[in-house]
Nanobody
Framework: VQLQASGGGLMQAGGSLTLSCVVS????????MGWFRQAPGKERDFVGG????????RYADSVEGRFTISRDDTKNTLYLQMIGLKPEDTALYHC?????????????????WGQGTQVTVSS
């Protein structure tokens, strides 16, 4: 299974950006997907996730209400729509996949990882 994240860039505070993650090599619709981010010198943190089947989502408190995760199973693609961007959202964003029915918030809850796409938010 391969995950390819894209869509990152340099944005001003208050702006919007949508990241994409294309999954290949297996049936995308059977995976629960997650987004994580890692700022320089910090740990990789859970941003949010979406369950396969029901499409139920779960978000970190820091992004609740500003970020929206969605998926298009016909395109094998996961999305992260971000609005109201803040400088503290600056990080390398990774997508991840797992076969379980829950949405893990820890790194070891996911089996497959993408390489990451950089999001930089200036004040």
């Amino acid at each position: 299974v391969q995950l390819q994240a894209s869509g990152g860039g340099l944005m001003q505070a208050g702006g919007s950006l949508t990241l994409s993650c294309v999954v290949s090599g297996h049936t995308f619709s059977s995976y629960t997907m997650g987004w994580f981010r890692q700022a320089p010198g910090k740990e990789r943190d859970f941003v949010g996730g979406i369950r396969w089947g029901s499409g139920r989502t779960r978000y970190a408190d820091s992004v609740e209400g500003r970020f929206t995760i969605s998926r298009d199973d016909t395109k094998n693609t996961l999305y992260l729509q971000m609005i109201g961007l803040k400088p503290e959202d600056t990080a390398l964003y990774h997508c991840a996949a797992t076969g379980g029915p829950i949405i893990p918030t820890s790194l070891n809850g996911y089996t497959y990882w993408g390489q990451g796409t950089q999001v930089t938010v200036s004040s």
